[in-house]
């Protein structure tokens, strides 16, 4: 291992002379007095090594010490994130840090368009060290793609795979405040189907909430069952998810950058929301439509701001068997669905419809708009403004945020199943877990403003995500994703977490406004690896996973390739 100096030489060097050469001179003197053969007096001897500094004592000659030895320099054992220090294709590990300690994660990055073959010299012998690789195939994948009519760009559904959009159908305009029945037109092979108006609630900065239900058997013949739980889910979102996500990150509905265009949808302002629970195709937990907030010569949708969700989510029977029929925690599910179907209008909005070009089809507007990018961000808000409601912690069991549960999107989002999940194959397999984990893992690193700022950005995809944390203070979005890779390969483990790595605390303060009375401040309280369980990364290469696994290296396999615009991370794995 290379260190910053010879430790051999500042142990016995003197004026840059090896003060080994006058020890041998001094015992060859020794013994030539001894046999007679020359008479040197010990003084001429001692002084000899005086010009050395032998002995110490400020010079004094004491012939039966040797030199001073210096100590070695100090490695440090507190786990961290090491940048491998490189010249061309020969890498040296760094000076000072100790290569054994589980949790030093050493990293190197590809900056070319090429591959990179690189030499990792200083490896100590016997060791081994697992090892990722992070690459970004979304960069390129669809961006200039035309997305197809049926795509997640005009239906966005959490949970297995998305909703297909209906054939239009046009729906009679909703009195809300007279009607207490409704037909909506439901994605999937619901269609048509009729519900009942349950609660509704009066939303800060104006307009309702307002929560329909219906569509199963099981509703119709204990519909008094569900009241209380849709007046309480209606003040739940009036009081924490809308105010939150709106005071955080802005509108979800309003004047357009092209006043022609507005004839091609809802009035600006039009704020009622419309909670829609029925029964979904199975894998779907919610999804919002955007042909509901259209209209025109071809008419879509319901016209309404309308978030679909289970029926299952929402029922008597979705309660917590623990803690009771309608405490808080039997509302978990709800409240992460809601939150994201809600972030998918704030962004539909803000990122696709706002700047609608007037006259301008859908599919045209959609197909800039990549699947992950839009949700990523809804997994990202969601457990954003869930944080607020659940607080507790993950040993309490009680409060806890429904992301956090063992066995729950983030942990699973860790396994190396599903941290592998390529984004620009998000229509071939859902990746909401990896969505869920890398988005948790952003806002504690860069906090709520780099959501506001990816709204902001007039860029999209991964182009928005680096200028999004860029104008938080981080580097860009591959960054991020590596520090999502070295999650997953510390996950489980009982470390102290390199602050690169880590759900760090961070502080969240929706400022006071029209949708916000006063100043509310709460946390994202710091999340401990331990508390998830330990991710085994196999040795086999997943070359198909954008966070490959690619085995171990060693002081005797050293050698590796990285390709183009990838950064490579390892850690030292005392078992295999």
């Not at 004094?60 to 786990?79: H, S």
């Not at 049926?150 to 297995?160: D, H, K, Q, T």
């Not at 409704?182 to 309702?208: I, N, Q």
Request: hydrophobic share 40%; net charge neutral; aromatic share 10%.
């Amino acid at each position: 291992m290379m260190i910053k100096a010879d430790a051999n030489n500042q142990k016995y060097s003197c004026h840059g002379v090896n003060a080994l050469q006058f020890r041998a001179l001094y015992i060859l003197l020794r013994l030539l007095i001894f046999m007679k053969l020359i008479r040197f007096s010990r003084l001429a001897v001692a002084l000899t090594l005086v010009g050395c500094g032998g002995g110490g004592g400020g010079g004094a000659a004491d012939v039966g010490q040797p030199a001073p030895l210096l100590q070695p320099q100090a490695v440090d054992v507190t786990p961290q994130a090491v940048e491998l220090q490189c010249d061309g294709v020969r890498c040296q590990m760094p000076a000072g840090v100790s290569q054994k300690t589980v949790g030093t994660v050493f990293r190197f990055r590809n900056k070319t368009d090429r591959d990179q073959v690189i030499r990792i010299e200083g490896l100590e012998a016997g060791p081994v060290w697992q090892m990722v690789q992070t690459s970004m195939p979304e960069a390129t994948a669809l961006n200039n793609a035309i997305m197809p009519e049926l795509s997640i760009g005009a239906v966005s559904s959490r949970g297995g795979r998305s909703a297909p959009v209906g054939a239009p159908l046009t729906i009679e305009s909703l009195d809300a405040d007279k009607d207490i029945a409704k037909a909506w037109h439901v994605s999937g092979s619901m269609g048509r189907t009729t519900t009942f108006k349950m609660a509704s609630h009066p939303l800060p900065g104006g307009g309702k909430v307002y929560v329909w239900a219906g569509g199963d058997k099981k509703f119709e013949s204990n519909y008094q069952a569900y009241f209380k739980r849709a007046q309480t889910l209606a003040e739940i979102f009036a009081d924490s998810i809308y105010p939150l996500e709106v005071g955080l990150l802005g509108e979800h509905w309003g004047a357009l950058d092209h006043p022609e265009a507005e004839a091609e949808f809802l009035p600006s302002a039009h704020r009622d929301v419309h909670i829609v629970a029925v029964p979904l195709e199975k894998g779907t937990a919610g999804y919002v439509n955007i042909y509901d907030r259209r209209h025109g010569d071809t008419v879509g949708g319901n016209l309404a701001h309308a978030l679909f969700m289970q029926l299952d989510f929402f029922a008597p029977g979705a309660a917590d068997h623990r803690a009771g029929e309608d405490t808080l925690d039997s509302y978990q599910s709800a409240v992460a669905v809601l939150a994201h179907e809600f972030s998918h209008l704030i962004f539909q909005y803000q990122k696709i419809i706002k700047p609608w070009q007037p006259g301008e089809a859908v599919r045209n507007n959609v197909r800039k708009r990549e699947v992950w990018e839009s949700e990523m961000f809804a997994e990202a808000a969601s457990y954003l403004v869930s944080s607020e409601l659940f607080s507790g912690s993950i040993a309490s069991g009680q409060r806890v945020n429904p992301y956090l549960l063992a066995d729950g999107e983030i942990e699973n989002g860790l396994d190396y199943r599903d941290s592998g999940c390529r984004f620009d194959q998000w229509r071939e397999r859902s990746c909401y877990n990896k969505a869920s984990a890398l988005g948790a893992l952003m806002v504690h690193q860069y906090g709520a403003g780099v959501l506001k700022s990816w709204l902001d950005s007039k860029l999209f995809g991964e182009k928005a995500l680096t200028d999004a944390i860029g104008r938080q203070g981080g580097d860009d979005y591959l960054d991020l994703k590596e520090q999502f890779a070295g999650l997953a390969l510390l996950a489980g483990k009982k470390i102290q977490t390199p602050e690169r790595y880590a759900f760090r605390q961070r502080e969240i303060l929706v400022p006071a406004g029209v949708y916000v009375g006063a100043e509310r401040r709460y946390a994202l309280p710091k999340i401990e690896l331990a508390n998830f369980k330990n991710m085994l990364i196999p040795l086999a290469d997943h070359r198909e996973q954008d966070i490959a696994t690619k085995g171990f290296i060693g002081s005797a396999s050293n050698v590796v390739t990285v390709p183009p615009y990838t950064m490579l991370s390892f850690t030292y794995s005392p078992a295999r």
